[in-house]
């Protein structure tokens, strides 16, 4: 299994330019993150998904969407990029339920410039 | 919300020695506390966990302890090795119920063990 994977590794990003970042897990997993994490500040959720249609607003969604139309795919789209969206990128994936290991991708650090 | 404080920012240790990380949280609903390792340009991976009906566990050189009353949680490392360098996060959560599948992080240790 490849467990979670994410498109790209990297990427450049002009202001206002838009983009959507790949993320898909092979885990038949109910729930699924997307988190960014910004140097000495730890990892913050932007959104999260309980099952596909349905998702929902983290601590920090402005300037973000999401979609979730499979078990395995939840795209993030950044629309109108901003230099404060410069930051790594994080899809998560756990069961759901109780107590739950959150399996991580191996992010995506993009840059707006 | 939940808000998790987690201290030493950096931490220095001598290869042998051992090393401590220290999170507090503030929502009493929290019963699940996991921590992650980071190592440089790679993702997190859950190192250890402790439910809130545990007030300590252990696996091998790692082990957690939970004061639910002061409401705080610690990472103990023992006989430190290179490979322990990375950065820790702790993080919080309900575990079950409502929001049980948020967790909220720490800010995260940088722990640098010297040879």
């Known amino acids: 299994n490849a467990g979670v994977t994410q498109t790209p590794k990297f990427r450049i990003l002009k202001i206002g330019q838009s983009m959507t970042l790949q993320c898909t897990q092979d885990m038949n997993h109910n729930y699924m993150y997307w988190y960014r994490q910004d140097p000495g500040m730890g990892l913050k959720l932007i959104y999260y998904s309980v099952g596909a249609g349905i998702t929902d607003k983290g601590e920090v969604p402005n300037g973000y969407n999401v979609s979730r139309s499979t078990t395995e795919d939840f795209p993030l789209r950044l629309e109108l990029a901003a230099p404060s969206q410069t930051s790594v990128y994080f899809c998560a994936a756990d069961r759901g339920g109780s107590y739950n290991e959150q399996f991580f991708g191996p992010g995506t650090r993009l840059t707006v410039l | 919300g939940e808000n998790v404080e987690q201290h030493p920012s950096t931490l220095s240790v001598q290869e042998g020695d051992s090393a401590v990380i220290k999170c507090t949280y503030s929502d009493s609903a929290s019963n699940y506390f996991p921590w992650y390792k980071q190592e440089l340009g790679k993702r997190p991976q859950l190192i250890i966990d402790?439910?809130?009906?545990?007030g300590e566990k252990k696996d091998q050189r790692i082990a957690v302890t939970l004061n639910k009353t002061a409401k705080h949680f610690s990472l103990h490392i023992t006989e430190t090795q290179p490979e322990d360098s990375a950065v820790y996060f702790c993080a919080a959560s309900r575990g079950s119920g409502a929001g049980s599948y948020q967790l909220t992080f720490g800010k995260g240790t940088k722990l640098s063990v010297i040879p």
């Open positions: 402790i439910r809130s009906n545990v």
